[in-house]
């Protein structure tokens, strides 16, 4: 993006803002990375205007790696169970876009502020949004909000330049083929700035013997399907974001080019899609047909990864809904049931 185009967006959200006293900052259900920098640079944005803003989320913190950011970095979150987000003046979500399974948010309650890098959803509510800055060409929201912060002009402190290196880094996979010349750019600028010792410790946390349980699980359980395609059922989650942690794992084995983890927690079913095939064919376009005509089901992502989620009602077995999402993955990508093999016993051409 031009640089008078984010001058522009930074003036309209300044004017927007500017005088209220209650606003609270919302990511997504069970916040990544990405989602945490994001709010993290934008309520330091806020503050450094002289507003005052909370950080609220539902959901997990999963993934050691996630747990180790908030800690390191200490990212102030408080849970959106213990607020109630109409009492505030301004409600900024980042990192999703309504409407969404995904934003801890009644229907009935719009956001003012919507800043994400997600395409934009054909039942898109953005016209109904005062502030709306949605860049799906960019490989991380951490990069949108990291521009206002430099074009504003304000001294970035290590542990907000590392929040945002972090968010940019994990959501582009360090920079891959997902990442757009704007994130490549704005990740050099950071980088002087960032604490390599806190970076180092955010990315290598110790692991807690639950994690390789679970690892072990996801590789014991994969099936695969030629061609190139591998899925983990893991049943009953401990810890939901275990699920992309084993989607990136296995996508890393030779001879695959599509993964699917799937699992349920605490009544809903949730699956990860990796994909190093993404330019061909989009994960983002195969999670949203897995959920398609299944109720309280929500999907989206990037053409490299993307995710799922489907509330469970009393009446639906999660274990017919689970094999009916892997039905329609391995379907939709040319292959059957019928094909799947176990993945550890398989040749080496898998």
């Given at each position: 993006m031009e640089s008078s185009d984010v001058s522009s967006k930074l003036s309209k959200l300044k004017e927007l803002v500017t005088g209220k006293r209650k606003i609270l900052i919302l990511t997504h259900l069970n916040p990544d990375p990405d989602a945490l920098a994001s709010a993290y640079g934008l309520r330091y944005l806020f503050k450094k205007w002289g507003i005052n803003s909370i950080i609220a989320y539902e959901g997990v913190?999963?993934?050691?790696?996630?747990?180790?950011?908030?800690?390191?970095?200490?990212?102030?979150?408080?849970?959106?169970?213990?607020?109630?987000?109409?009492n505030f003046s301004i409600i900024a979500v980042v990192d999703t876009q309504p409407p969404s399974t995904n934003i801890p948010l009644s229907p009935q309650i719009m956001p003012t502020i919507v800043i994400d890098h997600h395409p934009i959803a054909k039942k898109s509510l953005i016209n109904r949004i005062p502030f709306v800055d949605i860049r799906p060409h960019y490989g991380s929201t951490s990069t949108i909000v990291a521009s206002y912060l430099l074009e504003a002009g304000v001294e970035l402190i290590p542990m907000v330049a590392t929040a945002l290196?972090?968010?940019?880094?994990?959501?582009?996979?360090?920079?891959?083929?997902?990442?757009?010349?704007?994130?490549?750019?704005?990740?050099?600028?950071l980088y002087p700035k960032v604490s390599l010792r806190v970076l180092s410790e955010i990315e290598n946390p110790k692991l807690p013997r639950e994690y390789f349980k679970v690892?072990?699980?996801?590789?014991?359980?994969?099936?695969?399907?030629?061609?190139?395609?591998?899925?983990?059922?893991?049943?009953?989650?401990?810890y939901v974001d275990m699920l992309s942690v084993v989607a990136d794992l296995l996508l890393r084995a030779e001879g695959v080019r599509w993964v699917l983890?799937?699992?349920?927690?605490?009544?809903?079913?949730?699956f990860s899609i990796r994909t190093s095939d993404g330019r061909r064919q989009s994960a983002d376009k195969i999670a949203k047909c897995l959920v398609r005509g299944i109720n309280g089901g929500g999907a989206g992502g990037h053409p490299s990864m993307a995710g799922g989620k489907i509330g469970l009602t009393p009446s639906q077995n999660g274990l017919e809904i689970r094999q009916k999402l892997i039905k329609r993955f391995v379907k939709e990508l040319g292959s059957s049931l019928e094909k799947g093999l176990p993945f550890i016993g398989t040749n080496g051409n898998t």
């Open positions: 913190l999963g993934r050691p790696e996630n747990r180790a950011m908030m800690r390191r970095l200490r990212i102030p979150l408080c849970s959106v169970k213990a607020i109630e987000p109409r290196y972090y968010g940019i880094k994990s959501d582009t996979r360090d920079l891959g083929p997902s990442a757009s010349q704007e994130d490549v750019r704005i990740a050099g600028v690892l072990k699980e996801g590789i014991q359980n994969a099936i695969y399907f030629p061609p190139g395609i591998l899925v983990s059922d893991l049943g009953s989650l401990s983890s799937i699992g349920e927690w605490k009544g809903n079913i949730f």
